[in-house]
């Protein structure tokens, strides 16, 4: 066994390398067909800026005694509400298909992943299958080798793979990647709704705070924490699995490119970073299969089984597991 952080895996052939640094001959190459408006880009920057400067803020103002016991919970809260959203729901259960669920968790889901803030539901997954479809090959909408293998190179390619590709104008087309989601009409809704649900999000936490300590500071602290505070930790963690575990970690499972698991992101990514299994097998609902490997997703979707909620759910196979294995 390697330690943690170490590559078992080649590094790309200057084949795949020369791929992603050249241009795509034509849109359909990279199914770039749909575009971002300018008010769309606004108010990414918007929701990007914003909340990350609240970051930097988060703790002079909690050594400040800007953060009560109402903060706390208001921040583990929602960030776990939305962050299970995105892995449970978007993730596992609407991009792969790891498990079927009854109506009321999927619109559940659907909703909770949404006041993530990163984007609509079908967005949000067309960009994710095309992931997997072209994963760290010309195509793919966030690989961090997209410029190379040198160490500059590298760095250019993490941020461009942790953030940066967000800005590009060109978009992964719905119809091609996500047909399914835009013929359910619950779906479809919500999808159409996230501007509500950006509202929601941003308001709700700070409505909470201020009703629950009946004041104007209580709902300006909860606005802090429970959303800005919050919304940034959530995007930084779900984008450091685009960055940062297609860079390093073990590799003990075959896979067509450079995924890797980061034991350390395990647990804020509630077990999205086990990246490397999940690349192997992209429809298993465990990511984290080996020994102490936390998947609190797997775990709650294992509680939603016993309840009668989801079905089919895709656990991994030791038969499975063994033919992806690396000798």
Wanted: glycine content about 8%; proline content about 7%.
């Amino acid at each position: 066994m390697t330690p943690p952080g170490s590559s078992t895996a080649t590094a790309l052939s200057d084949a795949d390398l020369a791929a992603l640094r050249s241009p795509a001959p034509n849109p359909a190459a990279v199914d770039a067909t749909e575009r971002q408006t300018p008010v769309t880009l606004f108010f990414l920057y918007l929701f990007i800026v914003v909340p990350f400067l609240a970051l930097l803020l988060a703790i002079p103002m909690a050594w400040g005694g800007f953060m009560g016991p109402v903060d706390v919970g208001l921040l583990v809260f929602f960030y776990s509400l939305t962050a299970l959203g995105i892995t449970i729901g978007f993730h596992r259960h609407f991009t792969h298909g790891s498990f079927k669920a009854n109506r009321p968790l999927r619109i559940a889901l659907a909703v909770a992943g949404s006041y993530a803030i990163e984007g609509p539901l079908d967005r949000w997954v067309a960009d994710h299958r095309k992931h997997h479809a072209y994963s760290d090959k010309l195509g793919d909408p966030h690989s961090p080798w997209r410029y190379g293998d040198s160490l500059p190179a590298l760095a250019k390619g993490l941020f461009y793979a942790h953030m940066g590709w967000l800005f590009d104008v060109e978009q992964t087309p719905r119809a091609k990647y996500v047909p399914d989601l835009l013929a359910d009409r619950d779906l479809a809704r919500i999808s159409r709704a996230f501007p509500g649900f950006v509202l929601g999000s941003v308001l709700i936490p700070g409505v909470i705070g201020g009703l629950l300590t009946w004041s104007w500071a209580g709902f300006l602290t909860g606005l802090f924490w429970g959303s800005l505070v919050r919304i940034a930790l959530v995007h930084h963690v779900t984008w450091s699995i685009n960055s940062i575990c297609h860079v390093m970690g073990e590799r003990p499972f075959k896979s067509r490119d450079r995924s890797g698991n980061v034991w350390w992101l395990a647990i804020p990514s509630f077990g999205e970073s086990w990246h490397n299994l999940h690349h192997a097998d992209p429809t298993c609902a465990r990511h984290g299969v080996e020994k102490g490997q936390i998947d609190i997703s797997a775990r709650l979707i294992r509680w939603f089984e016993r309840a009668g909620w989801a079905t089919d759910v895709r656990w991994p196979k030791a038969d499975r597991l063994t033919a992806r294995r690396i000798p």
